[in-house]
C-alpha cells in the first residue's frame, strides 16, 4: 500500500504521471483536503477543473468524487479551464476553496494539485500546510461513477470559461482593442488559455492553440527558448506588435516586441508598474519575490511606492493581497497580478492590460520599455537550469548557505541575501542567485548584468564554479 508522504511545494503538489500522480495519490490529497474543509466550514462548496494535461479529466472527476463521499458539494467545470478560471470561479461562487489539476509549466510527464482560497488566490500557506497535514496513508476509492454525485445534488457542472471571458467583456474594452494599431499575436502553448484570445480577438494570429496534451514533447513554459515560432512570427510579420505567451494553466506570462525580442517578466513588472502609476495614477504598493531584479526597488523609489519582497511562490504574494493594497504582485518566473483584478497570476489579463496600454498611448512595446530605461537603466536577466541530481544539487546550495564560494571566476559580491535561496550582490551592479527547485532535480541558477553578453558570462562562470 503506498504510504509515501506528499508534499506541497511553492505551487502546489506535483509528480510524475502514473509514477506517484496516481488516481489513488489524488485520492488521498482530496481526502485530506476534505477532513480540512469539514473541519474549518460548514456545508463547504469547492470548485474544481483541470487544464489540457493528460489524464486531468480523470484526476479531476477522482478529487470530485472524493469530496463528495465526504459530503461536500462539488462545483465541476466542464471542460478544460486555467487556474485563472478557477480562482475566480471560488470567488464570484462564493465557494470554500478549489482545486486545479495542473503542473502548471512543468514538463508534461508531470500533473499536479493546486488550492485555491475562497479569496480568488491561491490558499495561504498555513491553510495549504493544514491540508497537508491530513492527507492519510491510505484511502479507499469511490466506486460510483461520476453521474451518480450529479443525480444526487452533490456535484454540479459548471462554464467557467464563458464566466471568465463574460467578466474580461465588463473588464476592457474590446472594441478600441480590436481596432488597435497595433496586431497581436498569441501563443498558448497547447495551453488552457487557447480559447480566450479567439473569442476576444478574432483577429489575433494564433499558435499552439489546439489540444495537444504532451504539449509536443515540451514543458509549457513561457521562456524565449520555448518559443521560437513565436519570436520567428514577430520577427518576420511586419504588422504584429505584441507577442503574448502565456503557460499550460495561463497563469504565466511573456512576451515579445515588434522585432521579436522576448521581454521577460522582469520588465512585464516593471510595465505594469508604470503603466498603473503614471498613466492611471492608481496607488498602492509593490509586492515581488526574491528572484525579481532590484530595478523593480528603483522604479518605486522613482513613484514613490513602497516595496515588499517575499518568499518564491506566488501564495505568499496573494496574501499579502488580500490584507494590503497591492498595486502590482509578481514573480520573476511570469505570474504577475495586479490591482483591480483578483489576486491571482493570470497571464491573458496582464497581456490586456499591457495591450490596453500601447493602445491607449499609441507607443510600441519597445517604445514603453524606453521609458522604463530612462528611469532605472536598461539591463539583461537571464536564467540557467541545471538539471543534476537531487544530492549534488543539495551539496552545493548547502555550500553556498555556509559561505562556501569566495567569488565566482572574475566577478566579485559584495552582499548576500538570503530571504528564499541565496542572492549575491555583484560589483558590476548586478547579480547572481542560486536556488533549488522543490519539485525536480533542477537547480536555477538566476542572473542580471548590465548587457546579454555579461549575463551570460557571468551564467558561463557561476556554472563552472559550481560544478567544479
Not at 212 to 240: C, I, S
Not at 296 to 325: Q, R, W
Amino acid at each position: 500500500m503506498v504510504t509515501d508522504t506528499i508534499k506541497f511545494g511553492t505551487d502546489g503538489w506535483r509528480a510524475i504521471i502514473a509514477q506517484d500522480f496516481t488516481v489513488y495519490n489524488v485520492a488521498r490529497v482530496a481526502c485530506g483536503q476534505a477532513e480540512w474543509l469539514l473541519k474549518t466550514f460548514e456545508s463547504p462548496r469547492v470548485v474544481v477543473g483541470h487544464d489540457c494535461r493528460f489524464g486531468g479529466k480523470l484526476f479531476a472527476e477522482t478529487a470530485a468524487k472524493v469530496l463528495c463521499d465526504n459530503g461536500i458539494k462539488v462545483l465541476l467545470a466542464k471542460g478544460f479551464i486555467s487556474t485563472p478560471m478557477i480562482s475566480l470561479g471560488v470567488l464570484q461562487l462564493k465557494a470554500q476553496q478549489g482545486v486545479v489539476i495542473t503542473a502548471s509549466h512543468n514538463p508534461p510527464t508531470y500533473n499536479g494539485y493546486k488550492l485555491k482560497g475562497a479569496h480568488g488566490g491561491p490558499s495561504s500557506p498555513a491553510d495549504i500546510a493544514a491540508v497537508e497535514a491530513l492527507i492519510p496513508a491510505e484511502v479507499e476509492l469511490p466506486t460510483q461513477p461520476i453521474e451518480y454525485y450529479e443525480q444526487n445534488g452533490m456535484l454540479e457542472y459548471l462554464d467557467l470559461e464563458s464566466l471568465y471571458i463574460d467578466y474580461l467583456k465588463e473588464k476592457f474594452d474590446f472594441e478600441a482593442l480590436a481596432k488597435s494599431p497595433f496586431k497581436l499575436a498569441y501563443d498558448a502553448m497547447y495551453g488552457a488559455g487557447q480559447n480566450v484570445i479567439r473569442k476576444l480577438l478574432p483577429n489575433a494570429v494564433l499558435i499552439h492553440c489546439d489540444e495537444n496534451p504532451g504539449f509536443k514533447g515540451q514543458a509549457p513554459e513561457p521562456l524565449d527558448k520555448n518559443l521560437q515560432e513565436l519570436a520567428k512570427t514577430m520577427a518576420t510579420t511586419p504588422e504584429l506588435k505584441i507577442g503574448l505567451a502565456t503557460d499550460g494553466d495561463a497563469d504565466r506570462i511573456g512576451l515579445y516586441d515588434e522585432d521579436g525580442q522576448f521581454v521577460d517578466a522582469h520588465n512585464i513588472i516593471l510595465l505594469l508598474i508604470h503603466y498603473l502609476s503614471k498613466y492611471k495614477q492608481m496607488t498602492g504598493k509593490v509586492v515581488i519575490a526574491f528572484s525579481v531584479t532590484d530595478r523593480v526597488k528603483k522604479l518605486c523609489e522613482h513613484y514613490n511606492i513602497p516595496v515588499e519582497v517575499t518568499a518564491i511562490g506566488f501564495k505568499y504574494i496573494s496574501e499579502i493581497m488580500v490584507h494590503d493594497d497591492v498595486l502590482v504582485g509578481g514573480e520573476e518566473s511570469g505570474g504577475i497580478a495586479v490591482k483591480g483584478h483578483i489576486p491571482e497570476r493570470d497571464g491573458i489579463y496582464d497581456g490586456l492590460v499591457l495591450y490596453e496600454f500601447m493602445t491607449k498611448s499609441g507607443k510600441t512595446l519597445k517604445e514603453l520599455c524606453q521609458e522604463v530605461y530612462a528611469i532605472v537603466g536598461e539591463f539583461v536577466y537571464e536564467r540557467n537550469d541545471l538539471t543534476i541530481p537531487n544530492d549534488k544539487k543539495n551539496a552545493i546550495i548547502n555550500r553556498a548557505a555556509e559561505g562556501g564560494y569566495a567569488n565566482f571566476g572574475k566577478y566579485a559580491y559584495n552582499r548576500v541575501e538570503t530571504i528564499d535561496g541565496i542572492k549575491y550582490h555583484l560589483d558590476n551592479g548586478g547579480w547572481v542567485m542560486l536556488r533549488a527547485s522543490g519539485t525536480e532535480p533542477l537547480l536555477r541558477v538566476y542572473a542580471e548584468g548590465n548587457s546579454k553578453v555579461e549575463t551570460l558570462d557571468i551564467l558561463e562562470c557561476v556554472k563552472n564554479e559550481i560544478l567544479n
